[in-house]
T-cell receptor, first 114, second 112 residues
Framework: DTAVSQTPKYLVTQMGNDKSIKCEQNLGHDTMYWYKQDSKKFLKIMFSYNNKELIINETVPNRFSPKSPDKAHLNLHINSLELGDSAVYFC?????????????FGEGSWLTVV | KQEVTQIPAALSVPEGENLVLNCSFTDSAIYNLQWFRQDPGKGLTSLLLIQSSQREQTSGRLNASLDKSSGRSTLYIAASQPGDSATYLCAVRSGTASKLTFGTGTRLQVTL
């Protein structure tokens, strides 16, 4: 009954590979996000989707491509992985007007590029 | 551009002490402010959310205050316990895209 779930939790891959991280929320929220937490633990937004429409796209290399097949899913695909992509990636969701727009996070996906 | 700062970066206190964590933000035009807790190797857990029209919120031993005009929020933890050890993050929602901007976090250690 996890509210926001993302897979895989851990991912070790070589430079140059393409990988995807999947996210699903069962809260019925309209808005989903991807955040990146770097080695200094700073959490920064990458993308935000509202009703499958991209509304926030921060300065992220175009090797990162979010895909939202429906309101409950927001997947992150990364092409040509680089060492600097190593980080923890968090998926989250929220709903305007529900619990004051509280945002709920997944457990994170630890990506290590070697 | 909204910037959020938290001080101190790290704090160690003995069990039972009351403590205050600080959060400041540069753009006072916010929708709300949220405090989170992050345990090592885990995701973020929402603790308290304060709407821009509110001054404080309480949940158990936690009390969060908001002074929007001065761009500050505090998280007060009463009678701290070792289980409170974690990193505490504040985040403000602001801007036309209603973006959530996170602070740098305060790493709290409560010792026996």
């Amino acid at each position: 009954d996890t509210a926001v779930s993302q897979t895989p939790k851990y991912l070790v891959t070589q430079m140059g590979n393409d990988k995807s991280i999947k996210c699903e929320q069962n809260l019925g929220h309209d808005t989903m996000y991807w955040y990146k937490q770097d080695s200094k633990k700073f959490l920064k937004i990458m993308f935000s989707y509202n009703n499958k429409e991209l509304i926030i796209n921060e300065t992220v290399p175009n090797r990162f491509s979010p895909k939202s097949p429906d309101k409950a899913h927001l997947n992150l695909h990364i092409n040509s992985l680089e060492l600097g992509d190593s980080a923890v990636y968090f998926c989250a969701s929220s709903q305007v007007g529900v619990s004051g727009n509280t945002i709920y996070f997944g457990e994170g996906s630890w990506l290590t590029v070697v | 551009k909204q910037e959020v700062t938290q001080i101190p970066a790290a704090l160690s206190v003995p069990e039972g002490e009351n403590l205050v964590l600080n959060c400041s933000f540069t753009d006072s035009a916010i929708y709300n402010l949220q405090w989170f807790r992050q345990d090592p190797g885990k995701g973020l857990t929402s603790l308290l959310l304060i709407q821009s029209s509110q001054r404080e919120q309480t949940s158990g031993r936690l009390n969060a205050s908001l002074d929007k005009s001065s761009g500050r929020s505090t998280l007060y933890i009463a009678a701290s316990q070792p289980g409170d050890s974690a990193t505490y993050l504040c985040a403000v929602r602001s801007g036309t895209a209603s973006k959530l901007t996170f602070g740098t976090g305060t790493r709290l250690q409560v010792t026996l």
